[in-house]
C-alpha cells in the first residue's frame, strides 16, 4: 500500500507541474520492488538525473507553470497524463507485473514532461518488452493486448505506449520512426476494438500532424491527403460522441486550418480556427494557452487575407492571454510583435511598424537566449533599414544596416547570402546619398561573398557586378567599368545562356562606355550583338530594341556613316508608333530630332522638314505633360525655321521664328531670343536600367 501511496502521490506531481519531484517518489517506489532478473533480464531502468535541484533557476522565473505544460497543443499529448492505482477497502488483486508496468510508465511520463526524451523512451521501451515477453504474446502473430481485468497492458494501455514513443521520435524529427509506432497503435485498436474507437481518432490526428511537418513540399496532393486524416479523426469523434464541444475535437479542427492555410485557403483556414476558437471558449478557461494559440493562428489567417484590422485585434487578445501565462520574456511575444510590425508596414503605416519592430528587438534581446533570435534581431533591423530608407532618413538606416550586419557576421559562417544582402542595402543608400566610393567599398565586398558562394549566386552575382560597372561609369573610371561588365558577360552567358535579354543588356551597357572612350568601332561590335539578340528574341513588346537603335544611330552619326544612321533612326521611330511599344513623348522627340539633323547635314532639307514639322506637333499635343515637353516645341520650330530659310521660303521661316519666341514666352523661359538661336542639343545615349538586388532581406 506504501507503493501504492507514493505512484499516486508521483502521479498527482506530474499533473500538478512538478515532474522533478515525481521522478523521486517514483524511482524510490521502483527500487523497493523491482525484481530485475525475473522482469527484464538484464535491462535496468534509467537512474534519473536530480541536476535539477543545483540548476540555476533563472529560467523558471521568466515561465508561470513548467515549460511542458505551455506547449502548444497539436493533439500529441493525449496519452501524457500519468496513471493511478486505485485503493479501496477490498482491492482487486494487483499483479506485480502490473504495479511495476504503472511505475515504468509514470515514469516515462514525468520525464517527458521535463522533455528529457531519451530516458522517456527508456521506460516506454522496457515497457514494450514487457509486454512482448507476456505469456499471451503469439509468436506468429504481432502481440494483441489483453483486455482482461487488473492487468497493465490492455489495447488502450499498449496505444498510449505507442503513441507517447511515436511522438518522442516526432520531437526527433525522426518521422518514419515515429509513423511507424503510430500505425501500429491504430492496427491494435482495430483490433481489439473498432475502427470507431477514440483511441483511433487520436492516433489519426497524430499522423495528420506528423505529416504536416514532415512534408517536403506544399503539393496540393499531399496536402490533401494530410487533411483527410484530420477530417476522418474529426468524422469519428462526432460519431462516437455526438457534439464538437471537446477539447480534443477542437485541437482536430484547429489542425484542419492549420493545413488549410498551407495550401494558401486562408478564408477555409480561419473558418475552421473560429470553430476551434468557439469549442475552446466553452470547454477550456478563458485564459488558456491553447485559446490563444487559436487567436494567433486566426490573426495569421486574417493577415494573409489582409485583415489588417482584424489581424491586429487577435494578436492583441493573443498577447493579453500569453504574456499573463507566458511571460514577456519569451520568444512566442517577439514574435508576435513583430507579426504586428509587419502588418503596419504591408499597410504604410510606417511609422506604428518602426514603433513595432523597435518593441521587438528589445523582447527577442531579453529572450532568454535560444537558436534562431539573432537571425530574428537581424532581420528586423534590416526592415527597418528599409522603412528608414523609403522615409529618406539615410542616417538611421544605414545605422540599422550595420547593427544588423554586425549580428550577422558573428551568427553565419563565411560566406553568407545574408551578409551580402545586408552588404547590399548599405550599399544603395550611399549610392542613393551620391556617396559612391562608399558604396562602391559595399558592392564589392558583396560581390566577393556571392563570388564565394559559387552557382546558387550567380546571377546576383552578375546583377551586383552590373551595379559597380554604373557605379565606376559614373565615377569616369570607363576602364574598370568595362573590366566588371566584361566580368558580366561571362557569367550570364554561363548561365543564361548566349541569347537572353540580360546578355545584350549588359553588350548595350559596354557600347555605351566605348562610346564614351571614343571607341567607335568596339562601340558599334557591342551595339549590333546586342541588336542581334533583341531581334532574335522576337518580343513585339520589347520596346528597349529602340534603345539599341537610337544608341546604334548616334555612333553611325559619329563615325560620318549617315545612311546607316537614318535606317537606325527611322526603324526606331516605326517602333516607337507601333501599339505595343510604349515610350516616353521626350524619346520620340529625341530621336525625329536628331534624324532631322542627319538629313540636313545632307542637305536633304525636305526629308528633315517633315521629321521637325511632326516633332512640333507632338509638342502641341503633349504641352500638358511638363514644362521640358513645352520648351522642345520653340526648338523644333526654330529648326523648321532653319529648313524654310534654306529652301528660300522666308516668309514661312519668319513665322515659324516668331512662334518659336511665343512658345519659349508661354513655358515661361527667360531669355527667349538668345534660346532660340537653332540650338544643337548634344547627342543623347539612353542609359540602360538595370535590375537591382532586393532592397530588403
Given at each position: 500500500?506504501?507503493?501504492?501511496?507514493?505512484?499516486?502521490?508521483?502521479?498527482?506531481?506530474?499533473?500538478?507541474?512538478?515532474?522533478?519531484?515525481?521522478?523521486?517518489?517514483?524511482?524510490?517506489?521502483?527500487?523497493?520492488?523491482?525484481?530485475?532478473?525475473?522482469?527484464?533480464?538484464?535491462?535496468?531502468?534509467?537512474?534519473?538525473?536530480?541536476?535539477?535541484?543545483?540548476?540555476?533557476?533563472?529560467?523558471?522565473?521568466?515561465?508561470?507553470?513548467?515549460?511542458?505544460?505551455?506547449?502548444?497543443?497539436?493533439?500529441?499529448?493525449?496519452?501524457?497524463?500519468?496513471?493511478?492505482?486505485?485503493?479501496?477497502?477490498?482491492?482487486?488483486?494487483?499483479?506485480?507485473?502490473?504495479?511495476?508496468?504503472?511505475?515504468?510508465?509514470?515514469?516515462?511520463?514525468?520525464?517527458?514532461?521535463?522533455?528529457?526524451?531519451?530516458?522517456?523512451?527508456?521506460?516506454?521501451?522496457?515497457?514494450?518488452?514487457?509486454?512482448?515477453?507476456?505469456?499471451?504474446?503469439?509468436?506468429?502473430?504481432?502481440?494483441?493486448?489483453?483486455?482482461?481485468?487488473?492487468?497493465?497492458?490492455?489495447?488502450?494501455?499498449?496505444?498510449?505506449?505507442?503513441?507517447?514513443?511515436?511522438?518522442?521520435?516526432?520531437?526527433?524529427?525522426?518521422?518514419?520512426?515515429?509513423?511507424?509506432?503510430?500505425?501500429?497503435?491504430?492496427?491494435?485498436?482495430?483490433?481489439?476494438?473498432?475502427?470507431?474507437?477514440?483511441?483511433?481518432?487520436?492516433?489519426?490526428?497524430?499522423?495528420?500532424?506528423?505529416?504536416?511537418?514532415?512534408?517536403?513540399?506544399?503539393?496540393?496532393?499531399?496536402?490533401?491527403?494530410?487533411?483527410?486524416?484530420?477530417?476522418?479523426?474529426?468524422?469519428?469523434?462526432?460519431?462516437?460522441?455526438?457534439?464538437?464541444?471537446?477539447?480534443?475535437?477542437?485541437?482536430?479542427?484547429?489542425?484542419?486550418?492549420?493545413?488549410?492555410?498551407?495550401?494558401?485557403?486562408?478564408?477555409?483556414?480561419?473558418?475552421?480556427?473560429?470553430?476551434?476558437?468557439?469549442?475552446?471558449?466553452?470547454?477550456?478557461?478563458?485564459?488558456?494557452?491553447?485559446?490563444?494559440?487559436?487567436?494567433?493562428?486566426?490573426?495569421?489567417?486574417?493577415?494573409?487575407?489582409?485583415?489588417?484590422?482584424?489581424?491586429?485585434?487577435?494578436?492583441?487578445?493573443?498577447?493579453?492571454?500569453?504574456?499573463?501565462?507566458?511571460?514577456?520574456?519569451?520568444?512566442?511575444?517577439?514574435?508576435?510583435?513583430?507579426?504586428?510590425?509587419?502588418?503596419?508596414?504591408?499597410?504604410?503605416?510606417?511609422?506604428?511598424?518602426?514603433?513595432?519592430?523597435?518593441?521587438?528587438?528589445?523582447?527577442?534581446q531579453d529572450v532568454v537566449p535560444v537558436d534562431g533570435v539573432g537571425i530574428e534581431?537581424?532581420?528586423?533591423?534590416?526592415?527597418?533599414?528599409?522603412?528608414?530608407?523609403?522615409?529618406?532618413?539615410?542616417?538611421?538606416?544605414?545605422?540599422?544596416?550595420?547593427?544588423?550586419?554586425?549580428?550577422?557576421?558573428?551568427?553565419?559562417?563565411?560566406?553568407?547570402?545574408?551578409?551580402?544582402?545586408?552588404?547590399?542595402?548599405?550599399?544603395?543608400?550611399?549610392?542613393?546619398?551620391?556617396?559612391?566610393?562608399?558604396?562602391?567599398v559595399y558592392y564589392k565586398e558583396a560581390a566577393q561573398i556571392q563570388h564565394a558562394?559559387?552557382?546558387?549566386?550567380?546571377?546576383?552575382?552578375?546583377?551586383?557586378?552590373?551595379?559597380?560597372?554604373?557605379?565606376?561609369?559614373?565615377?569616369?573610371?570607363?576602364?574598370?567599368?568595362?573590366?566588371?561588365?566584361?566580368?558580366?558577360?561571362?557569367?550570364?552567358?554561363?548561365?543564361?545562356?548566349?541569347?537572353?535579354?540580360?546578355?545584350?543588356?549588359?553588350?548595350?551597357?559596354?557600347?555605351?562606355?566605348?562610346?564614351?572612350?571614343?571607341?567607335?568601332?568596339?562601340?558599334?561590335?557591342?551595339?549590333?550583338?546586342?541588336?542581334?539578340?533583341?531581334?532574335?528574341?522576337?518580343?513585339?513588346?520589347?520596346?528597349?530594341?529602340?534603345?539599341?537603335?537610337?544608341?546604334?544611330?548616334?555612333?553611325?552619326?559619329?563615325?560620318?556613316?549617315?545612311?546607316?544612321?537614318?535606317?537606325?533612326?527611322?526603324?526606331?521611330?516605326?517602333?516607337?508608333?507601333?501599339?505595343?511599344?510604349?515610350?516616353?513623348?521626350?524619346?520620340?522627340?529625341?530621336?525625329?530630332?536628331?534624324?532631322?539633323?542627319?538629313?540636313?547635314?545632307?542637305?536633304?532639307?525636305?526629308?528633315?522638314?517633315?521629321?521637325?514639322?511632326?516633332?512640333?506637333?507632338?509638342?502641341?499635343?503633349?504641352?500638358?505633360?511638363?514644362?521640358?515637353?513645352?520648351?522642345?516645341?520653340?526648338?523644333?520650330?526654330?529648326?523648321?525655321?532653319?529648313?524654310?530659310?534654306?529652301?528660300?521660303?522666308?516668309?514661312?521661316?519668319?513665322?515659324?521664328?516668331?512662334?518659336?519666341?511665343?512658345?519659349?514666352?508661354?513655358?515661361?523661359?527667360?531669355?527667349?531670343?538668345?534660346?532660340?538661336?537653332?540650338?544643337?542639343?548634344?547627342?543623347?545615349?539612353?542609359?540602360?536600367?538595370?535590375?537591382?538586388?532586393?532592397?530588403?532581406?
Amino acid at each position: 500500500m506504501k507503493c501504492t501511496h507514493l505512484n499516486n502521490k508521483a502521479a498527482t506531481l506530474i499533473l500538478s507541474c512538478k515532474p522533478e519531484k515525481a521522478i523521486q517518489y517514483l524511482y524510490h517506489s521502483l527500487l523497493k520492488t523491482y525484481d530485475l532478473p525475473k522482469n527484464v533480464s538484464k535491462q535496468r531502468p534509467v537512474e534519473p538525473n536530480f541536476s535539477w535541484l543545483n540548476r540555476n533557476k533563472s529560467l523558471d522565473e521568466t515561465m508561470k507553470c513548467h515549460p511542458f505544460a505551455l506547449e502548444y497543443d497539436e493533439g500529441m499529448r493525449t496519452y501524457h497524463d500519468p496513471m493511478y492505482i486505485h485503493a479501496a477497502k477490498n482491492p482487486p488483486e494487483i499483479g506485480n507485473e502490473t504495479f511495476h508496468a504503472t511505475i515504468l510508465y509514470n515514469l516515462g511520463i514525468a520525464h517527458m514532461h521535463l522533455e528529457e526524451d531519451e530516458e522517456a523512451l527508456n521506460y516506454f521501451s522496457i515497457l514494450i518488452d514487457l509486454h512482448r515477453r507476456a505469456p499471451i504474446y503469439n509468436k506468429s502473430t504481432k502481440p494483441k493486448p489483453s483486455i482482461r481485468k487488473n492487468e497493465f497492458f490492455t489495447a488502450s494501455t499498449v496505444v498510449a505506449i505507442l503513441s507517447n514513443i511515436g511522438h518522442i521520435y516526432f520531437r526527433a524529427g525522426k518521422y518514419e520512426e515515429a509513423l511507424v509506432n503510430y500505425e501500429e497503435a491504430v492496427e491494435i485498436t482495430r483490433d481489439c476494438h473498432s475502427y470507431y474507437h477514440l483511441d483511433i481518432a487520436a492516433t489519426l490526428n497524430s499522423i495528420g500532424v506528423l505529416r504536416i511537418h514532415s512534408l517536403p513540399s506544399k503539393d496540393p496532393k499531399e496536402v490533401d491527403m494530410t487533411i483527410s486524416f484530420f477530417t476522418e479523426a474529426h468524422a469519428i469523434r462526432n460519431a462516437i460522441l455526438g457534439h464538437d464541444e471537446d477539447k480534443h475535437t477542437a485541437t482536430v479542427l484547429n489542425n484542419i486550418g492549420r493545413a488549410k492555410f498551407i495550401t494558401g485557403d486562408y478564408e477555409a483556414a480561419y473558418a475552421y480556427h473560429s470553430l476551434c476558437y468557439n469549442v475552446r471558449r466553452k470547454v477550456l478557461v478563458s485564459n488558456h494557452l491553447d485559446i490563444a494559440a487559436t487567436l494567433n493562428n486566426m490573426a495569421q489567417a486574417s493577415s494573409m487575407m489582409k485583415d489588417s484590422k482584424r489581424a491586429l485585434g487577435l494578436y492583441e487578445e493573443y498577447l493579453n492571454i500569453a504574456s499573463e501565462k507566458l511571460g514577456m520574456k519569451h520568444i512566442a511575444i517577439a514574435a508576435t510583435v513583430r507579426s504586428m510590425a509587419e502588418i503596419h508596414e504591408d499597410a504604410g503605416n510606417l511609422q506604428e511598424a518602426t514603433q513595432y519592430y523597435k518593441q521587438a528587438i528589445c523582447l527577442y534581446q531579453d529572450v532568454v537566449p535560444v537558436d534562431g533570435v539573432g537571425i530574428e534581431v537581424s532581420s528586423i533591423l534590416n526592415k527597418l533599414g528599409s522603412i528608414y530608407y523609403e522615409q529618406n532618413n539615410f542616417v538611421d538606416a544605414i545605422d540599422a544596416y550595420q547593427k544588423g550586419l554586425e549580428i550577422e557576421r558573428h551568427i553565419y559562417d563565411d560566406p553568407n547570402r545574408n551578409v551580402a544582402t545586408t552588404l547590399l542595402n548599405i550599399a544603395l543608400v550611399y549610392k542613393t546619398q551620391e556617396s559612391l566610393a562608399n558604396a562602391l567599398v559595399y558592392y564589392k565586398e558583396a560581390a566577393q561573398i556571392q563570388h564565394a558562394l559559387g552557382e546558387p549566386e550567380a546571377v546576383c552575382l552578375a546583377y551586383t557586378l552590373s551595379t559597380i560597372g554604373l557605379l565606376f561609369e559614373d565615377l569616369g573610371s570607363y576602364d574598370a567599368a568595362i573590366l566588371a561588365y566584361e566580368k558580366i558577360l561571362i557569367l550570364k552567358t554561363e548561365h543564361l545562356g548566349s541569347c537572353h535579354f540580360d546578355v545584350s543588356t549588359t553588350l548595350n551597357a559596354m557600347g555605351v562606355i566605348y562610346f564614351k572612350q571614343g571607341l567607335v568601332e568596339p562601340a558599334i561590335k557591342c551595339f549590333n550583338e546586342c541588336l542581334s539578340i533583341r531581334r532574335e528574341l522576337k518580343d513585339p513588346s520589347n520596346d528597349d530594341l529602340t534603345t539599341v537603335l537610337f544608341n546604334l544611330g548616334s555612333v553611325h552619326v559619329d563615325s560620318g556613316h549617315s545612311s546607316k544612321a537614318i535606317r537606325c533612326f527611322t526603324e526606331c521611330i516605326i517602333l516607337m508608333k507601333g501599339k505595343n511599344v510604349r515610350v516616353e513623348v521626350m524619346d520620340v522627340l529625341s530621336t525625329l530630332k536628331r534624324l532631322g539633323r542627319v538629313y540636313l547635314k545632307r542637305d536633304e532639307v525636305n526629308s528633315a522638314l517633315k521629321c521637325f514639322k511632326e516633332g512640333a506637333e507632338i509638342c502641341r499635343s503633349n504641352d500638358d505633360i511638363d514644362d521640358t515637353v513645352r520648351s522642345q516645341l520653340s526648338i523644333f520650330l526654330c529648326l523648321l525655321s532653319k529648313c524654310h530659310f534654306a529652301l528660300n521660303q522666308q516668309k514661312e521661316a519668319m513665322a515659324a521664328y516668331c512662334d518659336g519666341l511665343r512658345a519659349n514666352r508661354n513655358a515661361g523661359i527667360e531669355g527667349v531670343e538668345k534660346s532660340i538661336d537653332f540650338p544643337i542639343d548634344s547627342y543623347l545615349l539612353s542609359r540602360i536600367k538595370f535590375d537591382r538586388c532586393a532592397s530588403a532581406a
